[in-house]
C-alpha cells in the first residue's frame, strides 16, 4: 500500500527569496508588520524583501513567482503602516520595560540609536530616518510611545517615512528589473548590495560615535595647569606707605 506524503515546504524567514515563494504578496504585508511593530522582528530582511519583490514583478520570465505590482506595494505599505503603529501602542501601553527585558545585544544597540536620532534630529526627521537603518525601525516605533510622543506626530511622520521606504524600494526593484536583462543572475549581489547599503547609516553613526568618543578622552587627558593655594604678592604702594 503507498502511502502518497505531503511535500514539506522549508521557509526561511530570514531570506527573501524564500518568503516571496512561499507566501507571496501575504508574505510582505506579515514580515513588514512584523519588523516594524514586534521587537521579535529585528532581523527580518525588510529591505531585501522589499527590493526581491519588485523584481519579481517585472514581466518575462525569471525565476521565482511572479509578482504582481499594485497588490504588492498595498501589502508593502499595509504591513508597514500598521506595523509601526502597533509598536508605538505597545510602548505606550508597555514603557521601556519592553526593552528592559531584551539582553539582545542588537537589539540594546538599536535602541541607542534610535534614542540618540531622536535627540539629535527631534521627533519628526528622526521617525523618518528610522525606517531606512535595521533594528532601529524596530525599536524607536515603541521607544517614541513610551516617550510620550503625541499619537497625531508619530501618525503623520510614519505614514511618511513608510510610504517613501515601501514604495521607493519596491519601484527601485522594479525598474531594475526591467531595464536590466536577466537581471536574476545578479539577484543575490543587488540583494547584498541592498543590505549594505541599508546598514551603511548603523556604521556611520558608530565610527562617529567612536569619533566623540575618542574626542572626549584626548580631551580629558589635555595637562592642567597646577592648582596652589598660594596667594598672589601685591606690590606695595609706595605712596600710601608715606
Known amino acids: 500500500m503507498l502511502v502518497a506524503s505531503a511535500p514539506t515546504l522549508a521557509v526561511n524567514v530570514l531570506d527573501a527569496s524564500s518568503v516571496l515563494t512561499a507566501f507571496g504578496t501575504l508574505g510582505i504585508a506579515v514580515v513588514l508588520f512584523a519588523e516594524t511593530g514586534l521587537l521579535i522582528g529585528f532581523l527580518l530582511p525588510g529591505d531585501s524583501l522589499l527590493f526581491t519583490a519588485g523584481l519579481l514583478c517585472r514581466s518575462g520570465t525569471h525565476s521565482g513567482p511572479h509578482l504582481d505590482l499594485l497588490p504588492v506595494l498595498a501589502a508593502a505599505v499595509a504591513g508597514a503602516l500598521l506595523g509601526a503603529q502597533c509598536g508605538y501602542v505597545l510602548g505606550a501601553r508597555g514603557g521601556r520595560a519592553l526593552l528592559a527585558r531584551s539582553r539582545n545585544r542588537r537589539l540594546l544597540e538599536g535602541a541607542a540609536r534610535a534614542e540618540e536620532l531622536l535627540g539629535r534630529y527631534g521627533h519628526a526627521r528622526a521617525i523618518v530616518l528610522a525606517r531606512f537603518v535595521p533594528v532601529v525601525r524596530t525599536v524607536l516605533n515603541p521607544l517614541v510611545g513610551a516617550l510620550g510622543v503625541p499619537a497625531r506626530v508619530f501618525a503623520l511622520w510614519q ?5 517613501v521606504w515601501t514604495v521607493g524600494l519596491t519601484l527601485a526593484g522594479y525598474a531594475l528589473g526591467s531595464a536590466v536583462p536577466d537581471v536574476d543572475h545578479y539577484l543575490l549581489p543587488l540583494v547584498g548590495l541592498v ?14 560615535g567612536r569619533r566623540r568618543a575618542a574626542a572626549g578622552r584626548s580631551g580629558g587627558a589635555v595637562a592642567r595647569p597646577p592648582h596652589t593655594d598660594q596667594t598672589p604678592e601685591v606690590p606695595s604702594d609706595p605712596e600710601g606707605a608715606r
Not at 505614514?159 to 510610504?163: A, E, F, S, Y
Open 195 to 208: 543590505v549594505a547599503v541599508s546598514l551603511l547609516p548603523v556604521a556611520l553613526e558608530v565610527l562617529r
Open 159 to 163: 505614514v511618511t517615512g513608510g510610504l
